[in-house]
């Protein structure tokens, strides 16, 4: 068979091993190791072999990903979570659906120095959850809220899927955390407004809560004061040009963990638990780097990229069209992959197919990184959608007296806005590219 025919088989064949469970880092390594010798042979592999796992574990930009990921380790066990609820809800828990509204605001807030949607689902609902439900609120709706609010975990940054695509991309870090701001703020801007409507059409759902004195605002606001630090080092610095996101990461870390450490987060064992959690992510994250790699590597000899972006193309579509059917897979991977699977599987198929079509006027670099934004937008969803929604899976091991199909059921409003926001960001990329572009004039 020509190298067209063994992508295409051994693509399928990676299908398959998917749908069985098997782990996405084992089912691309084996597709790919296999697909290799098939298409080059048993000796380039083994001299690939030989050199692959150092030239990608020895990439500068990827040690930002452990550091990130004990930043959230960090954070979660130092207590910053409860903070950032309570200022939330002292500003707006008089409204109604106020209380969900502050639990949403503080996914943002601790996404903000976390970097992973399921941390920040898991802590924010061991917070919000109890509160939530001890002030009326139904639990299909808080469970909805939270589940919904720690998908920012992953827009928001510091953003781990966000660096991978950086690597992937050969972009700039730095310029993909600003352009995931402003999209970033929209959804959580977006949750609220659900919220708001949810709470005028079913009032029983979201009841307002009592009203705080500004003095008792000022308080629960300067309790904040380690999450807004932290955010203003580590993210003020890059920007700033005091440090690159490797050594932002780095200075974040230490600081997070200072935090963490006068709260009394890591005493006894929390220290191990927090090197453990985060070794073990990485370990993870890794795994699938290698399988991506050797993949792409078969891939790329087989000509399936190439051939797949000529091919499409050439069917004479719209820009616009071809987009469509991009985003619409991403939202059936979604059911079945996670985040950073779909990302590391999708984007070097679908990113010569993007740089092949004209979008909006938009230069190459412009063009890749608004797509990443907007991948990363699409794959977010595949975290609140059934039935491997892993955000609402966490929730609800929380909340034992409601049904999984009633928390997806409530998750329904929160995904016509995520839609919404895409539809925004297709038709109007300067959401991404806003602040780029205005440093950039600075």
């Known amino acids: 068979m020509s190298g067209i025919e063994w992508g295409t088989v051994m693509f399928a064949v990676l299908l398959v091993l998917l749908a069985l469970r098997v782990h996405i880092g084992v089912a691309m390594f084996v597709v790919g190791s296999v697909g290799y010798v098939l298409v080059a042979g048993w000796t380039p592999y083994l001299s690939y072999l030989k ?42 828990g008089h409204w109604r659906g106020g209380m969900a509204m502050g639990a949403v605001g503080a996914c943002a807030g601790f996404g903000a120095i976390c970097g992973s ?6 802590t924010m609902g061991q917070v919000a959850l ?22 920012l975990g992953i827009l928001i940054p ?15 870090i730095a310029k993909l955390f600003l352009a995931a701001f402003v999209p970033g703020i929209i959804a959580a801007i977006g949750y609220m407004v659900v919220l708001a409507i949810i709470a005028r059409v079913s009032p029983q759902d979201a009841p307002a809560g009592e009203r705080f004195t500004w003095a008792q605002r000022a308080k629960a606001l300067w309790e904040t ?37 006068t709260s009394g987060g890591l005493k006894g064992r929390g220290l191990l638990e927090c090197m453990a959690g985060a070794a073990g992510a990485t370990g993870m994250i890794f795994l699938i780097l290698l399988g991506a790699d050797i993949l792409n590597v078969f891939l790329a000899l087989s000509q399936v990229h190439t051939e797949l972006a000529k091919w499409v193309i050439d069917l004479g579509w719209s820009p616009l069209a071809i987009l469509a059917v991009i985003i619409l897979i991403y939202l059936v991977l979604g059911c079945i992959m996670d985040s950073l699977s779909m990302i590391l599987l999708t984007v070097p198929i679908f990113l010569p197919i993007i740089l092949g079509i004209d979008l909006w006027g938009l230069s190459e670099d412009a063009k ?30 929380m909340t034992k007296d409601v049904e999984m199909k009633q928390i997806f059921k ?10 919404l926001r895409i539809v925004l960001l297709v038709f109007f990329p300067s959401m991404a590219l806003l602040l780029i572009n205005l440093i950039s004039q600075g």
Do not use: C
């Not at 955010?231 to 963490?260: D, K, M, Q, R």
């Not at 977010?380 to 091991?397: A, D, H, K, Q, R």
């Not at 409530?410 to 016509?416: G, H, I, K, T």
């Open 130 to 151: 109890p509160e939530l439900t001890r002030h009326g609120y139904s639990q299909r709706l808080s469970a909805a809220a939270i589940a919904a609010g720690g998908t």
């Open 117 to 122: 949607s399921l941390a920040t689902a898991a």
């Open 368 to 397: 890749l990184i608004w797509f990443g934004i907007l991948a990363l937008m699409v794959v977010e969803i595949g975290l609140i959608t059934p039935p491997v929604g892993m955000n609402v899976f966490i929730i609800s091991s």
């Open 225 to 261: 004061w380690p999450v807004l630090l932290i955010f203003l080092v580590v993210i003020g610095g890059i920007y700033g040009g005091v440090f690159t996101p490797t050594e932002a990461a780095s200075i974040g870390t230490v600081a997070t963990a200072i935090v963490a450490w």
């Open 410 to 419: 409530y998750v329904m409003p929160f995904l016509a806005s995520d839609l």
């Open 51 to 92: 050199t692959g796992a150092y030239a990608r574990y020895s990439t500068y930009d990827l040690s930002v990903v452990p550091l990130f990921l004990l930043m959230g380790q960090f954070a979660t066990h130092g207590g910053l979570s409860k903070a950032l609820f309570k200022a939330g809800n002292a500003f707006i």
């Open 158 to 172: 510091p953003s781990v899927p966000l660096v991978i695509y950086a690597i992937i991309a050969e972009q700039n």
